[in-house]
């Protein structure tokens, strides 16, 4: 992308554009109240001494491109100047940088290891559940230059005030735990590349958290800097692990069990494979939101889609690809048992030291993925309430590294039982909280893309609903959740059921009961209440 257009953020060549880059960097407020060193950042009132001295520090680091605002929406004024074909293919470059990560490989490799599907089913059961949980991500994506808000504060639209910061606290564990896994893999890689095993998990932890902490603090600017160009060595490592490893595929070895059996896992990973994607529905508007609001819906949503489907499928079946030979190769099998990433290691044996260079760079990839929930977290801490609001985005942001690292580092010898139980949980309430969204949306704002929404009110509790049926039916859906789903841990009474693992129905059933009762139950509300 060119530098004039290129990012959310761009390079201004008049008054007018250098205008909306300070105000981009700096948040609305700045621009309404001046320089007044009794403001907080966000716009709230903090002792003067420590309001003085904070934004000593945020304009100074400003200056390196820095984003100040925390959660004020973007007003129209202050976007991308100018929208072109460029600005468009960020969006399809971004989501390619964001997943094609090793998190994603290390997930397809469930398929055939903890499932006993074959090669077939696991590719078929992947990529049509990322498929489903793309939609909606691509879909939520859309409302950022919409609103001019973050994806969280437009769930308030639907959820009430009060109850929306339980869906808060559920995304930030979510995204906290993305990056957990993210930092456990690249520390799995990096030792595993490292002679003898000298560079510890740990170490490679630490790296990662340390990156992705730099490029996610300094904000929106560094960050589509960062995605736009990170996709490219990751589709080249990625191309040469299936040319060198392909040979090792197993491709007839039949799906493991009874018939029964075969079709509760399909449909339990068909299911973890729908919660890799739709995880992203809680963020991705966060990062559209400096774009105009004359921004096509379509097309956002269209390059949203391929560059998610795009990058899933590439990781999914490479993912695949090397677990179906782990039963038929003892040196994929001993590669395993150290961890999902020594066998993408593994896969690059045959390159000897370039595979282990390209190893490195799929361990680096992942910063990529990591980047965008810690970003996203920084913003999400401050919805939390309004002292929230006075702590600096970048404060959070820390906050957030500190705690998945810590996390990482106890839990690095895990990663499998991680993804399988982790994962599929998180996909069910976020589910259950897109089928409220899309409901208010198309029963009760019906009409145009703003049709109801008020984007002025985003921060004012008493115009925004009660919640009292968003979240009775966030409640139901969950309830539904946990009779059908399906984890190590435990077995709901009808999941367990179909076969002998039992089949994970939990996003499905959990998302048509709160479906099925939110509509009268709001409607009741606003008969009640007005809103």
Known sequence: MSSGNATPVVE???????????????????????????????????????????????????EYSLEARGIERVQEHERIPKLSWISYLQVFLLWMSVNLAANNITLGMLGPAVYGLSFLDSALCAVSGALVGSISSSWMATWGPVSGIRTMAFGRYTMGWWPSKIIVVLNLIQMIGYCLINCVVCGQILSAVSPNDSLSVAVGIVIIAVISWIIATFGIRVFHYYERFAFLPQVIVVSILFGVS????????????????????????????????????????????????RTSRVKLFSLSVLGLMTSFTLAFLIGIGLASGINTHPEYAAAYNKGQGALIVEGFGPLHTFGSFCSVIVALGLIANAIAPTYSAGVDFQILGRYAEKIPRAIWNTLGVVIYTVCALAGRAHLADIFTNFLA???????????????????????GSSSGYNWSIWDEPSKHPIGIAALTAFLVGWAGAILCMAQVWYIGPLAGLVGEYGADMGNYVGFSWAALVYPPLRYLELKRFGR
């Not at 880059?21 to 002792?47: C, F, K, M, V, Y």
């Not at 070895?253 to 075969?262: A, I, L, N, Q």
């Not at 949980?425 to 009409?447: K, N």
């Open 425 to 447: 949980l998180m996909g069910y309430w976020v589910a259950i909280w897109i089928g409220i969204i899309l409901e208010e949306r198309f029963i009760f704002r019906r009409g």
């Open 246 to 293: 392909s040979g090792k595929f197993d491709l007839s070895t039949p799906s493991h069990g009874d018939t029964r059996t075969v079709t509760g896992n399909r449909l339990s990973f068909f299911s973890l494979c729908v919660s890799a994607a739709i995880t992203y529905t809680p963020l991705s508007a966060d990062f559209f939101v400096y774009y105009p609001e």
């Open 12 to 62: 201004a060549a008049t008054k007018e554009n250098e205008v909306r880059l300070n105000a981009i960097l700096h948040g609305s407020p700045r621009l309404e109240e001046g320089n007044d060193p009794g403001r907080a950042i966000g716009g709230q009132s903090t002792p003067s001494r420590l309001a003085s001295y904070l934004k000593k520090v945020e304009d100074r680091l400003v």
